[in-house]
């Protein structure tokens, strides 16, 4: 079967597309945050939970080129803790990881930015914990007090979480996409 010309170059754009490391818009800056649908059980509690779009934040980190992500979370790798991570761009929105992704802005000054940046990246390694703040952070706690610790006040929504285990006041990715600081520079982008 011969497949005609346009056919063929999509299907080429395609394939190439889905092997393609993920490009983020010129206005992405170190402090963004990078929302994702994740593909694991503890990111569809989260959604079941939240009923919104994502189970999954992390804070833009580095330059464009050379963007990484940092975020609190259960391990994904058989090496690697529950803790405060740095991991690169095409690790964080792999498909192994994520369902689709979207990337907001910080409204912030650049002295603001560079603090927040600076006080999360310090988390580097800080347990993965979502019930008890003295034992360790979350991904939603995590971005929202390094932003907080910058002066910069997000208006996150805590929501109140009526399970067995895991009651409690939590922070939800849709409580923090409240937030009118937030711009979003991509529309939802799926991943392959």
């Known amino acids: 079967m011969r497949l005609p010309h346009g056919a063929v170059a999509l299907a080429m754009w395609s394939a190439m597309a889905c092997m393609a490391a993920p490009t ?14 994740g593909t694991e059980s503890v990111s569809h509690l989260v959604q ?22 940092l975020h609190a979370t259960p391990s994904e790798r058989p090496d690697q803790a529950d803790a405060v991570v740095l ?27 560079q603090q927040a940046v600076a006080w999360a990246l310090a988390q580097q390694g800080r347990p993965f914990h979502m019930q008890d703040a003295q034992q ?16 910069v006040d997000m208006n996150a929504r805590f929501t109140e ?9 939590y ?20 991943v392959y």
């Open 136 to 151: 360790g952070i979350y991904c939603t706690t995590l971005v929202w007090q390094a932003w907080k610790q910058a002066g």
């Open 24 to 37: 983020l818009p010129s206005q992405a800056a170190a402090g963004d945050l990078l929302f994702r649908r």
């Open 87 to 113: 991991d690169s761009l095409e690790f964080f929105l792999s498909p192994q990881h994520t369902r689709s992704y979207r990337l907001y802005q910080v409204s912030a000054d650049r002295s603001a930015r």
């Open 171 to 190: 922070l939800l990715p849709s409580g923090l996409l409240h937030s009118s600081r937030l711009q979003a520079l991509t529309p939802l982008l799926p």
């Open 48 to 69: 079941a939970v939240d009923r919104g779009d994502f189970s999954h934040v992390g804070m833009l980190v580095g330059q464009p080129g050379q963007w990484q992500v």
């Open 161 to 169: 979480v009526e399970l067995p285990i895991l009651g409690g006041r």
